[in-house]
């Protein structure tokens, strides 16, 4: 009977933005104005190049295609620069869903799971912060800690926790 749950999609993925994606603070490291760099960077006031981690727009850009819905979660004290920057970078097309504000991940979700009507059960969530996936992992969303950035290799090895966890459900 558990392995009916075997090979069991998230129905959201969900990404913080600091530090998983990019390698970088953006309320302590970029400053406003940014402008595309040409390659799917940018550069800031200070021509400071910002820089997605190596694997993940192409990870995005397969979950997309493959129909994945996404979300971009981040407690950052710069919302504004978060949505400019997601913006110049072409990676607003990704998400259906995006909570950008300061304050607790677990705000967050009970909006996406209130938007979207997904049962935490069947989110995957990726962040650099222990903390924050000390407080979602209590509301029973699969969460993977990213230390140095989204890879293809953490995101493969989270679809098999992800799937190993449903299968125990």
């Known amino acids: 009977m558990a392995s009916s749950h075997i090979g069991r999609e998230p129905k959201l993925v969900v990404f913080d933005l600091d530090y998983t994606l990019w390698p970088l603070w ?5 400053e406003p104005p940014l402008k595309p760099d040409g390659t799917g960077g940018a550069y ?33 004290q710069s919302p504004d620069v978060a949505y400019k920057l997601l913006k110049v970078l072409d990676m607003e097309k990704y998400f ?10 677990v705000a967050h979700f009970e909006r996406f799971k209130a938007r979207s009507g997904i049962d935490y ?9 222990q903390r924050n996936i000390d407080d979602v992992s209590r509301l029973g969303v699969t969460c993977i ?13 989270a679809m098999e926790q992800f799937r190993t966890r449903r299968s125990d459900l």
């Open 26 to 30: 953006v309320d302590t490291h970029v």
């Open 44 to 76: 800031d006031r200070y021509n400071y190049h910002i820089e997605l981690y190596v694997d993940a727009r192409d990870l995005l850009d397969d979950l997309s295609r493959k129909g994945m819905l996404l979300a971009a979660a981040s407690r950052t």
């Open 96 to 105: 259906h869903y995006k909570e950008i504000y300061p304050g607790s991940k």
């Open 121 to 129: 059960a069947d989110m995957l969530f990726f962040d650099d912060e």
């Open 145 to 157: 800690l990213v230390e140095r950035g989204l890879t293809w290799q953490n995101f493969k090895a």
